[in-house]
């Protein structure tokens, strides 16, 4: 019997004011799905821009999408939510506007769905466009039963909200509660689930990849240091000791650190004036632990103004070299 995905999985989008990525999106993802009729859900937090229009206009194209707007920005994390709940088929995929799927492993996905009864799926991806090195490449795919192997070994790569599918019963509101204080509650109410519910798999193929090569996801450029230093510490210490050791939790606070918190990244973070003196002082004890580049050289590079590191690339493009790795 064919295979109804249409009842299977739903494609959950929380979007908030970046019509011109969700319409990139959409023109994307509405091709690869069309004809096997997978609802697209879009939360919208209230954008000010044309997003409504957007949605609009792609609903005369593919009939399967619904559309909710709050009457009010709740949050990324209550949005989140929020899309999630508005699906009604077995799995809930939630996607960022911002990431891609890679097509023949998006169809090798649908089919282990359709082919097993876990409770999660964790996918793997890159950074990068699509071809380029994995974030996990050491890990190959396996099925997971113990709750602490899987925060030890991909807690960090679960905190990307593309990279895990969800049974759709599982998705606890009260269990998101707690970590709400954060930017990554979903992570932490996953894990406290997982506690007793983890029949998960990881399929370590890449699925998801980004349009634009970021250096940093973009709804993180702001707030990269309070999410990936302040929020990871404070669900690794809330998450039940008798369940999750402290090497397993060592792993999820620093898994992201490459990706994140290498020497190119804080000067990119400068050149976009997300990091500069405040910043280092407020995070310089923290970074032994989230990165191998030397203090002094990153206390240098929070006081060069970016006009500077403007000026080193542009000379560094003419003579063709590279700056960093």
Same mark, same amino acid.
Request: net charge positive; glycine share 4%; proline share 2%.
């Given at each position: ?16 004011? +970046? ?31 044309? &997003?409504?229009?957007? %949605?609009?206009? /792609? ?33 809930? /995929? ?5 990431? +891609?799927?890679? !097509? ?16 999660? $799926?964790?996918?793997?991806? =890159? ?7 994995? !974030? ?17 070994? $991909?807690? /960090? ?5 593309? =990279?895990?599918?969800? +049974? ?17 509650? !979903? ?14 798999? /990881? #399929?370590?193929?890449? %699925?998801? *990849? %980004? ?10 450029? @702001? ?14 210490? +809330? ?12 792993? #999820? =606070? !620093? ?19 997300? *990091?500069?003196?405040?910043? *280092?002082?407020? *995070? ?6 989230? &990165?191998?580049? @030397? ?16 000026? $080193? ?13």
């Amino acid at each position: 019997m064919a295979t109804k995905y249409y009842e299977l999985i739903s494609i959950c989008i929380p979007t908030y004011s +970046r019509s011109k990525i969700l319409d990139d999106f959409l023109s994307d993802i509405v091709p690869m799905i069309k004809d096997k009729k997978i609802p697209i859900i879009i939360s919208d937090n209230c954008s000010t821009d044309s &997003t409504k229009s957007v %949605v609009e206009s /792609w609903m005369k194209t593919y009939g399967n999408i619904s559309y909710h707007i709050n009457d009010s920005n709740l949050g990324a994390e209550k949005n989140f939510i929020i899309a999630q709940k508005l699906a009604k088929t077995k799995y809930v /995929w939630l996607i960022g506007d911002d990431d +891609r799927l890679v !097509r023949t492993n998006f169809e090798k996905t649908l089919n282990i769905l359709a082919c097993n009864n876990y409770d999660y $799926l964790i996918v793997n991806g =890159t950074n990068g466009s699509v071809g380029t090195k994995n !974030r996990i490449n050491d890990i190959e795919s396996k099925a997971y039963k113990y709750a602490d192997e899987l925060l030890n070994d $991909l807690g /960090w790569h679960m905190a990307w909200i593309s =990279t895990v599918i969800v +049974r759709r019963e599982l998705i606890d509101e009260d269990a998101v509660k707690k970590y709400l204080d954060t930017r990554l509650s !979903r992570v932490g109410s996953l894990f406290e689930q997982l506690s007793y519910k983890n029949n998960c798999y /990881w #399929f370590s193929n890449q %699925v998801i *990849y %980004v349009q634009n090569d970021q250096k940093v996801p973009i709804g993180y450029m @702001n707030d990269v240091f309070e999410i990936f230093i302040d929020d990871f510490c404070k669900i690794a210490s +809330r998450l039940p000791d008798n369940l999750y050791t402290k090497k397993a939790k060592l792993a #999820f =606070t !620093r898994g992201h650190n490459d990706s994140v918190f290498k020497l190119k990244h804080f000067i990119y973070y400068r050149l976009n004036e997300n *990091y500069n003196l405040k910043k *280092y002082m407020k *995070y310089s004890s923290s970074f032994s632990s989230v &990165t191998n580049t @030397n203090r002094h050289i990153l206390l240098v590079i929070s006081i060069v103004p970016p006009i500077v590191f403007r000026a $080193l690339i542009i000379i560094a493009k003419v003579l063709r070299i590279k700056l960093v790795n």
